[in-house]
């Protein structure tokens, strides 16, 4: 399909169609015989859910993400609608100051009539960025970022549906501060930042997913490599201390909590086996640390000190450093 047939179809402009090819927040596919972008119904479907997502008020860089990687759809979604919940609350109590002043205001306006009235008003100073980014605790849409790889696109009954709404339950009311802390954190990425981590988490859950006996032993030995090189890497070793306490720590703490993964391992059979491969991966490094390479655990606890705390969380933390890679 030309693009001249998907603006008639659409009713976008063609110029819209290669402002949003060139923002990358469409990939069409190119006609290798005559060079012209080539559209088909997953094309048309993206460009009507790009135009839907512009109605809305969405800036590009958060349908770039969103579009790379829907997971991220849900967190988006909740905190515009956090921010359009501020900025209605503000207006309303604009609104009825203004009609407060219009009412008020005598036929012969002066200014000592209408500064009297401005100040009876009350009218509410506007909102700032930081009051708009600070949002609320959503026990939903964290859950989502920590939990959805390993749910089923759909719940099959109403007993996982029992059990998501328990879980969600269970965070909103927990004064477990890690909760907070995760939220924080997510808060403060831009949206490129957000978008690889989401799908570096999906990834990786599916690899420790997919290995058996032997690869978990292999995957052993990809890791100490990865912890000798990423010891010799400040970038990543300044990275890891940076987000230790704000990202990782609470990360760790959160997955290796006992109440919620019983319950999500009810839910799925997927993060039963996730969670036992990757107990099985960290024992097996943690031995072999500790019976035969020493110098590198030793190296370990000079370099990253109280940064590393490897009787938590089945030391989950020698996964999550080997795990770090520079940015591009």
């Not at 998907?6 to 005559?34: A, C």
């Not at 306006?109 to 600070?134: F, W």
């Not at 831009?190 to 799908?199: A, G, S, T």
């Amino acid at each position: 399909m030309k693009i001249q047939e998907v603006s008639q179809k659409t009713g976008m402009k063609k110029r819209t169609i290669h402002f949003y090819i060139k923002e990358d927040l469409l990939t069409p596919s190119i006609n290798k015989e005559n060079g012209y972008y080539d559209f088909h119904e997953e094309d048309i479907q993206q460009l009507i859910l790009i135009s839907k997502f512009r109605n809305a008020g969405f800036p590009i860089s958060t349908i770039r993400s969103i579009m790379k990687e829907p997971a991220t759809a849900s967190y988006y979604l909740s905190h515009y609608l956090s921010t359009l919940r501020k900025q209605k609350e503000y207006l309303e109590k604009t609104i009825e100051s203004i009609n407060y002043v219009i009412n008020t205001l005598p036929l012969q306006i002066h200014l000592d009539t209408l500064y009297q009235a401005m100040l009876k008003a009350q009218i509410p100073a506007a909102v700032n960025k930081e009051e708009l980014r600070s949002t609320p605790k959503d026990s939903s849409v964290l859950n989502r970022y920590l939990w959805s790889p390993f749910i089923p696109d759909d719940l099959q009954n109403d007993f996982q549906e029992f059990l998501w709404a328990k879980i969600n339950l269970l965070v909103s009311e927990s004064d477990n501060t890690d909760y907070e802390t995760l939220s924080r954190y997510l808060d403060s990425l831009q949206p490129k930042e957000l978008e690889e981590l989401y799908k570096g988490q999906r990834i990786h859950f599916a690899y420790v997913v997919s290995l058996d006996d032997k690869g978990c032993h292999s995957y052993v030995e990809t890791l100490k490599q990865s912890i000798s090189q990423n010891l010799k890497k400040p970038q990543l070793v300044n990275h890891w201390k940076r987000n230790y306490h704000s990202f990782y720590l609470p990360s760790m703490r959160i997955y290796d909590s006992s109440k919620e993964q019983s319950i999500i391992s009810q839910i799925s059979p997927f993060f039963a086996k996730y969670r036992e491969n990757i107990h099985k991966v960290c024992t097996y490094l943690y031995e072999d640390l500790q019976n035969q390479d020493t110098a590198l655990l030793e190296q370990m606890y000079h370099i990253l000190g109280d940064f590393l705390d490897l009787e938590c969380c089945h030391h989950a933390a020698l996964e999550a450093f080997s795990s770090l890679r520079l940015e591009k």
